[in-house]
């Protein structure tokens, strides 16, 4: 069964402080890996999109990582500011299917002043 | 439209009614799809519209929940008799060849 979990389920950091957040899948055959960021309220959007070959992306303070052969990434937090509260989702694509999309079930960042 | 349109943005009915939801996807994605996420819950896929082949209907909880889509345009999720646990947010996300899934605000349903 293709799965995706993601940890921590919540993490409450200070402002200006790093975080890494992890996801693990068990999804076959792999597409591709994203991260999105989901603002209370809001539709999710996305942050990084990593293929099988790719072990690392930037994007501004985050950045993910990928290992294809553990079937772990995580996604690592900079310097963080209080806009970064949010949910983290962890999103896995499989090759050649009709539900393509399977979703961790993210991970709630509260980042205080 | 630059991104993905839902509408409405909220909805409250009562308990018994009929709902439906609409998403404008963007121009030229041939791929979209339905989910739901009930409050502090993951998403949960309903319905998924490729092109002009049959949807992937398996995510539909029940048979109350009905999902159209003409082509390659605009999607509407019904759902008929709605219940209290059909409270949730409603998000359409579309996608194209090569192209990345783009997600829309949402639709937050609220049945009293």
């Known amino acids: 069964k293709n799965q995706v979990e993601q940890s921590p389920q919540s993490l409450i950091i200070l402002e200006g402080k790093n975080c890494t957040l992890q996801?693990?899948?068990?999804?076959?055959?792999?597409?591709?890996l994203r991260w999105y960021k989901q603002d209370t309220g809001r539709g999710p959007v996305s942050l990084t999109i990593m293929t099988f070959s790719e072990n690392t992306k930037s994007n501004g303070r985050y950045t993910a990582t990928l290992d294809a052969d553990t079937k772990q990434s995580s996604l690592h937090i900079t310097a963080s500011q209080l806009s970064d509260s949010a949910s983290y989702i962890c999103v896995v694509s499989v090759n050649n299917a009709g539900n393509m999309l399977t979703f961790g079930g993210g991970t709630r960042l509260m980042v205080k002043p | 439209g630059a991104g993905v349109s839902q509408s409405p943005s909220n909805k409250v009915t009562e308990k018994g009614k009929d709902v439906e939801l609409r998403c404008d996807p963007i121009s030229g994605h041939t791929a979209l799809y339905w989910y739901r996420q009930r409050l502090g819950q993951g998403l949960e896929f309903l319905i998924y519209f490729q092109g002009n082949s049959a949807p992937d209907k398996s995510g539909l909880p029940s048979d109350r929940f009905s999902a159209e889509r003409t082509g390659e345009s605009v999607s509407t999720l019904t759902i008929q008799r709605t219940q209290q646990e059909d409270s949730a947010v409603y998000l359409c996300a579309s996608s194209g060849r090569g192209r990345g899934y783009t997600f829309g605000s949402g639709t937050r349903l609220t049945v009293v």
């Open positions: 996801c693990n899948y068990t999804v076959s055959p792999f597409s591709n």
